[in-house]
T-cell receptor
Framework: GAVVSQHPSWVICKSGTSVKIECRSL??????MFWYRQFPKQSLMLMAT?????????EQGVEKDKFLINHASLTLSTLTVTSAHPEDSSFYIC????????????FGPGTRLTVL | AQKVTQAQTEISVVEKEDVTLDCVYE???????LFWYKQPPSGELVFLIR??????QNEISGRYSWNFQKSTSSFNFTITASQVVDSAVYFC????????????FGKGTRLHILP
């Protein structure tokens, strides 16, 4: 099956620093990647959708200048949380889909971010 | 607008009992997909099933079964002979065709299987 990895699996950073999270599709070309955020005991909320080579589309209420998304290749998307604050502490999950897997997303294992 | 409702926030059952997780959805599209995912304590989402709106056949996979009823906009999930390893959060989700593959998740049902 299709495999999606995320790195790092967890990260702790100081308030005000920036953190980059990578999402890779290991055995397929991901034309679209999605970034979700999940606060403790809550559901997954879609943050943004990115297509390879184009700007990400952000959901309402998500600050695009704070959550920078880059989808430079068909196997890699990155999410950078800029000037992180404690309220950004969350579980970030990416998923990927390809043109041949219509409406089927393959999820990464998630990255737990803690901002001190 | 699309919406997924999982009315059961938390359920506890004793091992070997059957348990049904409810899911009700709203959509204006005639073509859509429904999903169930399992999220164990590790956090990684485990895909369980995807159903398209034109296939109302019930599905059985081992101890898992799904009942899709378009008339009531429901897609319920039943675990028979539950086991402790089934303890997790279960999410029902919906994706409308032509909406850039976006998946909308319900709030999840936390299932505790007691030994």
């Amino acid at each position: 099956g299709a495999v999606v990895s995320q790195h790092p699996s967890w990260v702790i950073c100081k308030s005000g620093t920036s953190v980059k999270i990578e999402c890779r599709s290991l055995d397929f070309q991901a034309t679209t990647m999605f970034w979700y955020r999940q606060f403790p005991k809550q559901s997954l909320m879609l943050m943004a959708t990115s297509n390879e080579g184009s700007k990400a589309t952000y959901e309402q209420g998500v600050e695009k200048d704070k959550f920078l998304i880059n989808h430079a290749s068909l196997t890699l998307s990155t999410l950078t949380v800029t000037s992180a604050h404690p309220e950004d502490s969350s579980f970030y999950i990416c998923s990927a889909s390809s043109a041949s897997s219509y409406n089927e997303q393959f999820f990464g294992p998630g990255t737990r971010l803690t901002v001190l | 607008a699309q919406k997924v409702t999982q009315a059961q926030t938390e359920i506890s059952v004793v091992e070997k009992e059957d348990v049904t997780l409810d899911c009700v959805y709203e959509t204006r599209d005639t073509t859509y997909y429904l999903f169930w995912y399992k999220q164990p304590p590790s956090g990684e989402l485990v895909f369980l099933i995807r159903r398209n709106s034109f296939d109302e056949q019930n599905e059985i996979s081992g101890r898992y079964s799904w009942n899709f009823q378009k008339s009531t906009s429901s897609f319920n999930f039943t675990i028979t002979a539950s086991q402790v390893v089934d303890s997790a959060v279960y999410f029902c989700a919906l994706s409308e065709a032509g909406r850039d593959d976006k998946i909308i998740f319900g709030k999840g049902t936390r299932l505790h299987i007691l030994p």
